[in-house]
């Protein structure tokens, strides 16, 4: 049975190709099923793919925090020795240029350090150049 738009009514089509009205699962229905069912899967396939992504750069990430963060603490360490002994020194001139100079955001800069988050040379040039005031200083 199909109800069909006659203009200025509607008449009932009792065809025996039109679907049945007891039929739940019409031929169009199955489609819009199959059709619904491949959207879900690509929706879960996407979110899958981008849950592995995730996961890699967590471990990733996790792996170079471990790996760079103590030589980031090694280097605000030997940034704060330094302005200490400045500090005792009392000459404020050079200390307010020492905050400047051993600001943490400038030590860790990335054109100190190589690729792989290696400090270029044997010491941070920023640390040691300050170290050798200090000790010029005593």
């Known amino acids: 049975m199909v109800w069909v738009n006659l203009g200025n009514r509607w ?6 190709h039109a679907p049945s009205v007891d039929d739940v699962w019409e031929e169009n229905d199955s489609r819009e099923l199959e059709s619904s069912t491949a959207d879900i899967r690509r929706i879960h396939k996407k979110q899958g793919y981008l ?3 995730m996961r890699a750069k967590e471990s990733s990430l996790q792996a170079g925090f471990d790996d760079s ?3 980031g603490a090694d280097l605000g360490i030997a940034a704060g020795y330094i302005l200490a002994q400045l500090i005792s020194h009392k000459d404020d001139n050079l200390l307010q240029q020492a905050k400047q100079e051993l600001n943490i955001s400038k030590v860790l800069s990335k054109k100190y350090f190589t690729s792989t988050l290696e400090i270029e040379g044997d010491e941070h040039p920023v640390i040691r ?5 200090v000790t010029g200083l005593k």
Do not use: Q, R
């Not at 150049?129 to 005031?133: G, L, M, R, T």
């Open 129 to 133: 150049e300050w170290k050798d005031k």
């Open 11 to 16: 008449s009932v089509s009792m065809s025996e």
């Open 51 to 53: 849950d592995g992504l």
């Open 69 to 71: 963060f103590p030589k």
